[in-house]
């Protein structure tokens, strides 16, 4: 009922820039928190930024001060800016959406992106 389409991914050298986007579209009433989550290899996936509908901004310890997260509610979109990157940044990114999609409904259905590779490497 709802996709998220992620883009922006690929190869960085150390200390260099990609953006990241994500657009969700579907049966979509609100959404009250968007997400980027990343996963190296191995079986834990990890937040990275975090964004509520309010504007409350969290991040994770390993990317304050070098990423940026900011969403465009009136279009559903949200977005990383990820400056100053490190080999470590390298993992698979997936964008995530806790969305409420009947009115008057305070349930959220979660649904995540297909996943956008970053590769930091020289």
Do not use: H
Not at 8 to 26: N, Y
Not at 43 to 53: D, K, M, N, Y
């Amino acid at each position: 009922q709802v996709q998220l389409v992620e883009s922006g991914g690929g190869l960085a050298q150390p200390g260099g820039s990609l953006t990241l986007s994500c657009a969700a579209s579907g049966k979509i009433f609100s959404i009250n928190r968007m997400a980027w989550y990343r996963q190296a290899p191995g079986p834990q996936r990890e937040l990275v930024a975090s964004i509520i509908s309010g504007g409350n901004i969290n991040y994770a310890d390993s990317v304050k001060g070098r990423f940026s997260i900011s969403r465009d509610n009136a279009k559903n979109t949200v977005s990383l800016q990820m400056n100053s990157l490190k080999p470590e940044d390298t993992a698979v990114y997936y964008c995530n959406a806790r969305v409420v999609i009947t009115p008057g409904s305070r349930y959220e259905y979660v649904y995540w992106g297909q996943g956008t590779q970053v590769t930091v490497s020289s």
